[in-house]
């Protein structure tokens, strides 16, 4: 609108324009207002969510976790009774009647009776030590052949038992 009133286009004088139409300019100033308020509540509401999500992921965690604290425990059950079965199945393979019955059945083993009784003698080499004198071995020959003697007349007494 300004240039329609000082257009140079028709005259060529420069000296028609006004002065102070060109010298000033209207700017116009746009205040915006800013809310604080708004600007804190929306930080608020963002750690808010923030935290919310964080609770959510931990409640999901601990609840995994549950879960597999559960499955190890069923785990440790299956385990303990899978080991108890192993104990009463060497209980049973290890017990005395099963050991006697294959014994007599697999070795040919029996159980002596009372009046039967089996000794063995046990012929026994006297030591030669290389510093031995004399009167030492025949001390040995001595003790040694008493233990016969014992060892004779107690499976004497026994045979008559």
């Known amino acids: 609108m300004l ?4 257009s140079c286009a028709r005259d060529w004088n420069i000296s028609d324009i006004p002065a102070d ?9 746009t205040v915006t207002k800013v809310n604080h308020k708004r600007k804190i509540y929306v930080k608020i509401a ?10 959510v ?10 879960y597999q604290i559960d499955g190890l425990q ?13 104990e009463y199945t060497i209980a049973e393979k290890s017990s005395l009647d099963r050991v006697e ?12 009776d009372e009046s039967r009784s089996i000794t063995m003698e046990v ?7 290389a510093s031995a004198a004399g009167s030492v071995m025949n001390d040995k020959t001595v003790s040694q052949k ?6 004779s007349s107690l499976s004497h007494l026994a045979q008559k038992n």
Do not use: W
């Open 3 to 6: 240039q329609t009133e000082a």
């Open 46 to 55: 963002l750690a808010l969510f923030s935290y919310a999500l964080v609770l």
């Open 101 to 112: 019955k294959l014994a007599v059945a697999n070795l040919g083993m029996y159980k002596p």
């Open 74 to 86: 069923k785990d440790i059950r299956n385990l303990d009774t899978a080991n108890h079965r192993l």
């Open 146 to 151: 008493i233990l016969d003697k014992v060892f």
């Open 21 to 29: 139409l060109s010298s000033t300019r209207v700017v116009k100033k």
């Open 57 to 66: 992921f931990l409640c999901i965690k601990s609840a995994t976790l549950g």
């Open 123 to 129: 012929k026994t080499e006297p030591i030669k030590l």
